[in-house]
């Protein structure tokens, strides 16, 4: 046995090799601590503290904390929760809150070894975190209200409604959110539950604990390449005026895919609190919990390891294009049943062709502004100019790019929510411009992907990221999902002032 401190108290644990990480959300129950992307510790969600220092445990054995203190958020004394959980909440700055505690554990960290710690002392200690939603400002802006009195009279069924709009998925805004309690499927399984994880081949190994479940399942850790991003797709010959090539990206979602179900039940989602953005909509995990729970009729918790969610997770599908002034012009895609209507819808004047490509990938044009954003970038670029970006049965948006930083003004019908309106919007513009200057995952010539860390991805760092200034224009009208329009018109905006024609823009 393994004796140590968790959040005061003195706990004995089996000495079975599990990483602290798997000992506290499985052995202790402590559930704050989130697994991104276990045993990688390149996510910074499992972010506690030891002996008051943060540390990520999936990387740290549990052996290792033999006599020494734990402190997840869980922890943490009710007013520092109410303080921390308030400021998340009143600026923004959790949505689905998957990635929230270990940042807010991090933050507790670096307050405490330097309590007049800079902005830029913030945007240095995120480096460690990443975070799919909320594009780094509002968490900035957390930071700087913590010592806010908070008087929080929000409306939070109506924020809620708005977070729904914006991220297309049944969603909850409040500081429990922001400490942890999101409702993820992983987090709500039911102790005794089997576990299933798919090993090396492919197939589904199921164990007594995840531990024992990944311990036989002998997967080797993923790992990143040294090679160039890939652009699958070539562009079409002719003489254009702009032309367009993009890589293969993952959506990056932090909550890898996760799912439960008792036998003869319909399986818990692993859409549990949004943060996807499409990307796991259509997701294997609960077919398969349904399955398992029923082959052996008991409960069966299914999870994706980082490894996994990269090679089965939708991806956003690669497209060279090549258009004119006039907005016509041809955009090749690689093959996505749907993907046609998406891009018209925007681009009417462009020809879509399907292109197949050696992949072992799969697209979507679930994944948040398939095709249709790489066709207005495309547009924009070959006008020299871009027009308010509004798809249809949306709001609107426009976006531009200046010395001091990404300006946005948008349109989103009926507010509900300003804070969260708000947060969504810089979510966007962050997604926008890490699509086109950073985001990428490399894929040999034979289709297989060489990238398998979740650092692979190329999610551009809170101190990489521009300002990003957000004007709303209260509309009357009902309320509509704005944040998709943003994305597409800061993502077109950053390409037209960086003349990106190849994304990653390098
Ligand atoms: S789960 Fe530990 S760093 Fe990602
Ligand atoms: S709030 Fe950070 S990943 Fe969703």
Not at 137 to 143: G, R
Not at 211 to 221: I, N
Not at 247 to 255: G, I, Q, R, T
Request: charged share 20%; hydrophobic share 40%; proline share 5%.
């Amino acid at each position: 046995m393994i004796e140590f401190e968790v959040d005061g108290q003195q706990v004995q644990v089996p000495d079975d090799g599990s990483s602290l990480l798997g000992t506290l959300r499985d052995h202790l129950d402590k559930r704050s601590a989130k697994d991104g992307c276990s045993p990688q510790g390149q996510c910074g969600c499992c972010t506690v503290l030891i002996n008051g220092q943060p540390r990520v445990a999936c990387v740290t054995p549990t052996r290792r904390v033999k006599g020494r203190s734990v402190t997840t958020l869980e922890g943490f004394s009710p007013d520092e929760r109410a303080r921390w959980g308030g400021a998340f909440c009143a600026t923004g700055a959790s949505q689905c809150g998957f990635c929230t505690p270990g940042i807010i554990v991090r933050l507790a960290g670096l307050e405490e070894k330097k309590p007049d710690a800079s902005e830029d002392d913030v945007r240095l200690a995120l480096a460690a975190h990443l975070c799919r939603c909320t594009g780094w400002q509002t968490i900035v802006d957390a930071w700087n209200q913590r010592d806010i009195e908070i008087n929080d009279t929000r409306d939070l069924a109506a924020a809620a409604q708005r977070a729904e709009l914006e991220g297309r998925n049944e969603q909850t805004v409040s500081a429990a959110v922001a400490l942890g309690d999101g409702g993820f499927a992983d987090d709500r399984a039911p102790a005794d539950a089997l576990v299933a994880v798919l090993n090396e081949a492919g197939k589904w190994v199921v164990g007594e604990s995840l531990h024992q479940a990944r311990t036989l399942a002998g997967k080797v850790q993923g790992r990143r390449t040294t090679l160039e991003p890939t652009h699958p797709v070539a562009v079409p010959n002719g003489d254009w005026v702009a032309t367009l090539q993009t890589s293969w990206v993952d959506p990056a979602y932090l909550e890898t895919d996760a799912a439960w179900a008792l036998p003869g039940q319909p399986a818990v989602s692993p859409l549990s609190n949004g943060g996807a953005f499409g990307g796991k909509i259509d997701s294997i995990v609960t077919a398969v919990a349904e399955h398992l729970a029923t082959e052996y009729d008991r409960a069966v918790r299914v999870l994706f390891s980082r490894e996994d969610a990269i090679r089965l997770g939708a991806k956003r599908p690669p497209v060279a294009g090549a258009a004119n002034a006039d907005g016509t012009g041809v955009l090749r895609v690689v093959a996505t049943p749907g993907i046609d209507e998406a891009i018209h819808a925007v681009a009417p004047g462009l020809t879509v062709e399907h292109v197949q490509v050696p992949t072992e990938l799969r697209t979507s044009t679930q994944v948040r502004g398939a095709g249709w954003v790489e066709a207005v970038a495309l547009l924009a670029l070959a006008a020299g100019k871009l027009d308010r970006v509004q798809p249809i049965d949306s709001g609107w948006a426009e976006a531009s790019v200046t010395s001091d930083g990404i300006n946005v003004r948008v349109g989103a019908g009926q507010v509900l929510d300003e804070v969260v309106l708000r947060s969504y919007c810089i979510g966007a513009a962050h997604m926008g411009y890490s699509l086109v200057m950073g985001e990428s995952l490399a894929v040999d010539a034979d289709g297989i992907v060489q990238d398998l860390t979740v650092r692979s991805f190329g999610v551009v760092r809170a101190s990489d990221t521009p300002t990003i200034h957000i004007e709303i224009v209260d509309e009357s009208g009902p309320a509509v999902n704005a944040s998709d329009a943003v994305f597409a018109a800061v993502a077109a905006a950053v390409a037209l002032h960086t003349n990106a024609i190849t994304w990653p823009h390098t």
